[in-house]
């Protein structure tokens, strides 16, 4: 697995969380770069995914695009799916963890429909606000 | 070996759950006085801990009591711990690790003042309840 791979993880991901949250995951992908420089690295990579998938599921929550039940259900297909990859992760190094983990996540994300329609209708918006911009 | 130690931790930590979730996870480690002997009831249990400590996060969020900065960095600590200390519990059953999960939950809840204070009026609340006439 080559860190190429995993930045195509990374970009399959970005398509499962609203716009706004694109940039940290566009700081996940740089953080990518340094994957083999220091555990402390790898652990901040792990903790900002964390964190943008943890962001997108309360903003779903808030706008009631997801209800408490279904957040609880991705929060600990999330702990779950950590807890499994993170070790060989930080500590090993290992990409093939890491693309695990990433594809764990976009399943678990992709398997709500509610959600993805929440998504999708972010992404819209944001599309509409460009082309407004654009055609002024 | 005894669970004694947890559920002395445990106490501090149901007070920091709103009612409802406290009488979950107490129920869940009221069914053990030793450490369970299986894998999957370890890890149960320890899900147990996960899921009512974040879901009472969630709730403070959804009712505005904590910011969505405040609920994401508390959620992801409260993974991050389990994460970190839950392996030699489930394999092993080592039950220090389950208590010092306990433990640091205590601490990131406890952190938030805004948060404490929703949690004590819900128990107020429910005490007056049960004050006698």
């Known amino acids: ?49 964390q964190t943008v998938i943890i962001r997108a599921l309360l903003e779903a929550l808030q706008s009631l695009a997801i ?25 090993y190094a290992n990409l093939d963890a890491l693309c695990g983990w990433l594809s764990n996540i976009f399943v678990m994300l992709s ?17 509409k606000a460009v082309k407004m911009i654009s055609s002024r | 070996m005894s669970l004694a130690p947890v559920k002395e931790r445990l106490k501090e930590l149901i007070k920091l759950l709103p009612p409802d979730l406290a009488s979950r996870l107490y129920k869940a480690f009221e069914k053990y006085e030793y450490v369970p002997a299986t894998e999957k009831e370890r890890t149960d249990l320890m ?12 709730r403070a969020f959804r009712e505005s009591v904590l910011s969505e900065g405040e609920a994401t960095d508390m959620t992801v600590e409260l993974n991050d711990l ?52």
């Not at chain 2, 899900?47 to 969630?58: S, Y």
Request: proline fraction near 3%; glycine fraction near 2%; charged fraction near 30%.
């Open chain 1, 1 to 49: 697995m080559s860190i190429e791979e995993a930045r195509s993880e990374l970009r399959d991901l970005m398509e499962r969380v609203p716009p706004h949250l694109v940039s940290l995951i566009e700081l996940a992908d740089q953080l990518l770069n340094e994957f083999y420089v220091s555990s402390e690295k790898r652990k901040t990579l792990v903790t900002l995914i």
């Open chain 1, 67 to 91: 209800d408490i039940r279904d957040f609880g259900q991705k929060q600990m297909g999330l702990y779950r799916a950590t807890f499994r990859y993170s070790s060989d992760i930080i500590k």
């Open chain 1, 111 to 127: 398997n709500n429909s509610a959600y993805m329609r929440w998504v999708r209708k972010q992404w819209m918006i944001a599309e």
């Open chain 2, 47 to 58: 899900e147990e801990v996960v899921a009512c400590t974040i879901q009472a996060v969630t």
């Open chain 2, 82 to 133: 389990a994460i970190d200390l839950a392996e030699e519990w489930y394999h092993y059953g080592v039950v220090e690790r389950l208590e010092k999960i306990v433990e640091d939950a205590v601490e990131t809840l406890n952190r938030n003042p805004k948060y404490v204070e929703w949690v004590v009026r819900q128990w107020e609340a429910v005490k007056s309840l049960f004050k006698p006439e």
